[in-house]
């Protein structure tokens, strides 16, 4: 059973951070790429940030110069570093596969920026 559980997230001001985790379990994670989406009150779920199996990573327009992905094999675990945080960065953040399945989402952080 693949399991994917977020945690990290929180109430900040603007222009703080916040460091998102992923841990997954069920799958061989170094095999997979691994995406970060979120989804803000009243809109579709949209993807963040992407990192490959082998490291490379891509981000939305909304998110480079900001944000970085990266991943840690040896702990099965995708990260999110999020810098310079905007009120608009306010959403669910989920994790899920580069090609996400219907079925790995889980309950997602919750990420709220003030201004």
């Known amino acids: 059973q693949v399991q994917l559980v977020e945690s990290g997230g929180g109430l900040v001001q603007a222009g703080e951070s916040l460091r998102l985790s992923c841990a997954a379990s069920?799958?061989?994670?170094?095999?997979?790429?691994m995406g970060w989406y979120r989804q803000a009150p009243g809109k579709q779920r949209e993807l963040v940030a992407r990192?490959?199996?082998?490291?490379?990573?891509n981000y939305a327009d909304s998110a480079k110069g900001r944000f970085t992905i990266s991943r840690e094999n040896a702990k099965n675990t995708v990260y999110l570093q999020m810098n310079s945080l905007k009120p608009e960065d306010t959403a669910v953040y989920y994790c899920?596969?580069?090609?996400?399945?219907?079925?790995?989402w889980g309950q997602g952080t919750q990420v709220a920026v003030s201004s």
């Open positions: 069920g799958i061989i994670f170094r095999l997979y790429d």
């Open positions: 899920n596969l580069g090609m996400p399945r219907s079925d790995y």
């Open positions: 990192i490959t199996s082998g490291g490379f990573a």
